[in-house]
């Protein structure tokens, strides 16, 4: 689709807002012979903006007019974005037919912008302006309300000298169709984990002083993958006890271990598990469809997922979670919601509900393209279903995110028993916290308040554990400098 505009205009927000209703869109300048084309024209009036548009698409032209006036404590920019998002979104539905569920939200944290105007204006008015100048849908408008306030319910007792530890664990005992996530799967690539874990560990060792220098308090430690568990019990040992020696686990408000994969798991390692203080982790089953789980090429059935649940149910975690994934290939509303009620039944203290995100680098994209646009209505069920079912038995949802490329534009959830909150999924995603990434493919996020504002620098580990283990360059200039004011 070739963007032909004139005025202030964010050309990445216009393109989001297209992405939204022609999914996949791409946005060539030198195409000749576009699929599209959209023309936008923004002016600022005395008083206010105003923006004409027009669509051509597939031989099909719509217009719209929009105008939003200039308010009292309200940015440019939101007026600006609120005109051309109006603007491109008449245009889209009149060309497909589709009602967007969040508006012209485009961003990936929802809540976010839910909690800034909750601040100013309450619930009721909140609502209102989400549904009436964002076009969400009421439900929408609700959930990203009640996650803000779920959510902040934990931010605000974290200051900014508090910080988390994520460390990455990319090794998977098999590939699975439609996941991205950087993971080694191989027999051969296993044997590199010995060298791998002493890598972490030193690097452990670096960032360890670091939040020493820099009199931070570590108060979540998450272990993530990939699929952790694919360690064995002696390497969950070896990791686990040399982390003892550095981090005062048992001072940490939450210590997570992403089991993941039903079939890693073993009495041996979840009893090493227990044995250094792990209080949250997760058991995934992302169907309970055995034909679902051969589609997605998850490698272990249903009744692995009950076992390993039952095998950890013994061992009193503070937290199990578990994750679902809406609208995976070959699912439909009935088994979808067999398997959320199946697993309502289990009881856990989290459940998460994923969106299935369509990625290019997944297996299922090469293997069968028209797989985006398949199961969107059932997506959209299927998370209406997993909130309504979870909210009726207990289940707050207390985090959320949304990511590109995601079947109906729909968001990943996490839910909740009360008080039983994912510490580490709320604070990550907080623009005010400090995450130390550890590990092939982590991120770490320094945050730090420069006068009432905060300032995020991102630094990125090496992607891939081969890349990880030859790379001897350390990141602690770039982050004492950062901090600056080092203690
Ligand atoms: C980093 S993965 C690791 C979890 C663990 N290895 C497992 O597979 O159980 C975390 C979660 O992301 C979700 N996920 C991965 N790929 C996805 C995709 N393409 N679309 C939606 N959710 C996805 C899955 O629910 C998965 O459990
Ligand atoms: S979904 Fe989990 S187990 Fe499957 S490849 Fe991705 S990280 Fe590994």
Same mark, same amino acid.
């Given at each position: 689709m070739r963007l032909i505009l004139d005025g202030k205009i964010?050309?990445?927000?216009?393109?989001?807002?297209?992405?939204?209703?022609?999914?996949?869109?791409?946005?060539?300048?030198?195409?000749?012979?576009?699929?599209?084309?959209?023309?936008?024209?923004?002016?600022?009036?005395?008083?206010?903006?105003?923006?004409?548009?027009?669509?051509i698409y597939n031989g099909k032209i719509a217009k719209s007019n929009t105008y939003v006036p200039f308010k009292e404590n309200v940015t440019y920019e939101r007026i600006s974005k609120s005109v051309i998002g109006k603007a491109v979104y008449s245009v889209g539905k009149q060309l497909t037919g589709r009602d967007i569920e969040w508006g012209i939200l485009t961003g990936i944290r929802p809540s976010k912008v839910a909690w800034e105007i909750y601040q100013c204006y309450g619930y009721d008015t909140a609502l209102d302006i989400l549904c009436n100048e964002y076009l969400l849908s009421k439900n929408k408008a609700r959930l990203a309300l009640d996650v803000a306030l779920n959510e902040n319910s934990i931010l605000k007792k974290y200051t900014q000298n508090a910080c988390s530890i994520y460390i990455s664990i990319p090794f998977c005992p098999t590939r699975c169709a439609y996941c991205s996530? $950087?993971?080694?799967?191989?027999?051969?690539?296993?044997?590199l984990i010995p060298e791998y874990i002493n890598h972490l560990l030193y690097e452990l060792e670096e960032k360890i002083n670091v939040i020493n220098r820099l009199d931070l308090k570590v108060v979540s430690l998450y272990i993530g993958g990939g699929t952790p568990t694919t360690l064995s019990a002696e390497q969950l040992d070896i990791l686990l006890s040399n982390i003892n020696n550095k981090i005062e686990l048992w001072k940490l408000d939450e210590f997570t271990v992403e089991c993941g994969r039903p079939d890693?798991?073993?009495?041996?390692?979840?009893?090493?598990?227990?044995k250094y203080g792990v209080r949250r982790i997760s058991v995934n089953p992302q169907t309970l469809n055995d034909q679902v789980l051969i589609?997605?090429?998850?490698?272990?059935?249903?009744?692995?997922?009950?076992?390993?649940?039952?095998? $950890?149910?013994k061992y009193n975690f503070e937290i199990i979670n578990t994750d679902l994934i809406a609208g995976l290939d070959g699912d439909d509303e009935q088994s979808f919601k067999a398997s959320i009620d199946k697993i309502i039944e289990l009881n856990p203290e989290n459940i998460t509900v994923h969106s299935f995100s369509v990625k290019k680098s997944a297996q299922i994209l090469r293997d069968d393209s028209s797989i985006y646009e398949k199961s969107g209505e059932v997506a959209k069920k299927s998370v209406e279903y997993s909130y309504d079912a979870l909210t009726k038995n207990g289940y707050i949802p207390y985090y959320m995110y949304r990511q590109k490329n995601t079947i #109906?534009?729909?968001?990943? $959830?996490?839910?909740?028993?009360?008080?039983k909150l994912g510490i580490y999924n709320v604070l990550m995603m907080s623009d005010a916290h400090t995450v130390f990434g550890i590990? #092939?493919? #982590?991120?770490?996020?320094? #945050?730090?308040?420069?006068?009432?504002?905060?300032?995020?620098?991102?630094?990125?580990?090496?992607?891939?554990?081969?890349?990880?283990?030859?790379?001897n360059k350390s990141d602690i200039g770039e982050i004492i400098n950062f901090f600056h004011t080092e203690k």
């Open positions: 964010n050309k990445t927000y216009v393109q989001s807002l297209c992405m939204m209703f022609f999914h996949g869109e791409k946005f060539p300048e030198n195409e000749s012979n576009p699929n599209g084309i959209l023309k936008l024209n923004t002016k600022d009036t005395n008083d206010g903006i105003s923006c004409d548009c027009e669509l996530f $950087v993971s080694y799967s191989t027999k051969k690539l296993f044997d890693t798991i073993t009495n041996d390692k979840i009893e090493v598990l227990k589609n997605i090429g998850r490698k272990h059935t249903t009744d692995d997922f009950l076992n390993a649940y039952d095998l $950890v149910d #109906a534009d729909l968001e990943n $959830v996490g839910y909740s028993k009360k008080d590990g #092939a493919g #982590a991120t770490t996020k320094l #945050a730090k308040n420069n006068n009432g504002k905060t300032d995020i620098l991102r630094i990125f580990s090496k992607k891939y554990p081969y890349e990880y283990l030859q790379n």
